[in-house]
């Protein structure tokens, strides 16, 4: 790990230490981008499920017109330590920033790991986005065909 992976776990940890005093706060995240400034946000807790402290830390980069992110790490509050991502978080960070490393493991181990390794065979956002051929336009309704049918005989 760089000394700027754990300044980061630090920012992280110092929010956690500031913010998270209360049940609708319990995470902190810190994110950096690719020219090293740092954005941190907290989750917000709902029963609906609010959004991740991951997420928010990635809105308030968007605020302040951040590029492209380089590493994100999660820190839990009460002493947690580094949290691994939930997988809706994995998903987010990949379909917007896939090339981005994250920081795992235990305080005594932390180790920074490229976001697809902890995503693999991950679900691609733009393969939703079927190309269909055009239909020509005949001005007749097409009829489907249904295999194993033959067309009825006109009369």
Known sequence: MRDTDRALVQAAT?????????????????????????????????????PCAEVVAIGAAATQGAGELETIV????????????????????????PSIRVIVGPMDALRV????DLLPETYVWSDHQVQVPAVPRTGVWPMPVVPGSRQAAED
């Open 74 to 97: 999660a820190v839990g509050d009460r002493g947690r330590g580094v949290l691994s991502p939930c997988g809706r978080c994995r998903q987010v960070l990949f379909d917007y920033f």
């Open 113 to 116: 790991v490229p976001l697809a």
């Open 14 to 50: 110092a929010v956690a230490k500031l913010r998270c005093r209360s049940d609708n706060h319990t995470v902190a995240a810190a994110v950096r981008t690719t020219d090293g400034r740092v954005f941190t946000g907290v989750n917000v807790y709902h029963f609906t499920g609010g």
